[in-house]
């Protein structure tokens, strides 16, 4: 590898699967989840030799796939439509059925919504970390966390779920 890239390799191999995970959570879509890593990481690429300033790339590779995710969501050309049922994937150790009725609960929300709760909740960030990751202020995201954990607790009935760490914990 050229001086540039050296590194993004062993850095790409380390992050892909938390970003896919991220990624799936919020399509709910496997095949699109593994665009958006790949589109995250083609954009991380372009500016490799220049992110030796930062000192999280991890951080910034999630900022990166949050706002494709979400320039995604915005483009009307996007004709694929979320699947009915999540495809086949390995068993969990956790309540399989809460997380499946925590993922359509998410599927409800729309696209911000959805990428907040999965920053704060999931990934656990803090009110400050997803703000810069969305590009949102603060009190955006407290009000749409708030906002948003009230349509998800609504869309969930009686499952008890108090908030988001349940999701987490089912993984």
């Given at each position: 590898?050229?001086?540039?890239?050296?590194?993004?390799?062993?850095?790409?191999?380390?992050?892909?699967?938390?970003?896919?995970?991220?990624?799936?959570?919020?399509?709910?879509?496997?095949?699109?989840?593994?665009?958006?890593?790949?589109?995250?990481?083609?954009?991380?690429?372009?500016?490799?030799?220049?992110?030796?300033?930062?000192?999280?790339?991890?951080?910034?590779?999630?900022?990166?796939?949050?706002?494709?995710?979400?320039?995604?969501?915005?483009?009307?050309s996007s004709g694929e439509q979320p699947a009915e049922t999540v495809p086949e994937s390995a068993t969990y150790d956790g309540d399989v059925a809460l997380r499946l009725t925590l993922?359509?609960?998410?599927?409800?929300?729309?696209?911000?919504?959805?990428?907040?709760?999965?920053?704060?909740?999931?990934?656990?960030?803090?009110?400050?970390?997803?703000?810069?990751?969305?590009?949102?202020?603060?009190?955006?995201?407290?009000?749409?966390?708030?906002?948003?954990?009230?349509?998800?607790?609504?869309?969930?009935?009686?499952?008890?779920?108090?908030?988001?760490?349940?999701?987490?914990?089912?993984?």
């Amino acid at each position: 590898m050229s001086s540039g890239t050296e590194g993004f390799g062993d850095f790409a191999a380390a992050c892909s699967g938390p970003l896919f995970r991220t990624a799936w959570l919020l399509t709910g879509d496997w095949h699109l989840a593994e665009d958006l890593v790949q589109e995250t990481l083609g954009k991380v690429f372009r500016r490799w030799g220049r992110l030796d300033q930062i000192e999280e790339p991890i951080a910034y590779a999630r900022t990166v796939l949050m706002r494709t995710y979400l320039s995604h969501r915005r483009r009307r050309s996007s004709g694929e439509q979320p699947a009915e049922t999540v495809p086949e994937s390995a068993t969990y150790d956790g309540d399989v059925a809460l997380r499946l009725t925590l993922l359509d609960g998410l599927a409800e929300l729309d696209a911000k919504d959805r990428a907040v709760l999965v920053s704060r909740y999931w990934e656990d960030r803090s009110v400050e970390e997803t703000a810069a990751e969305l590009d949102l202020s603060p009190g955006a995201v407290k009000s749409r966390s708030f906002r948003a954990l009230q349509r998800l607790r609504a869309a969930l009935g009686d499952s008890g779920v108090g908030d988001m760490s349940a999701l987490h914990r089912s993984a």
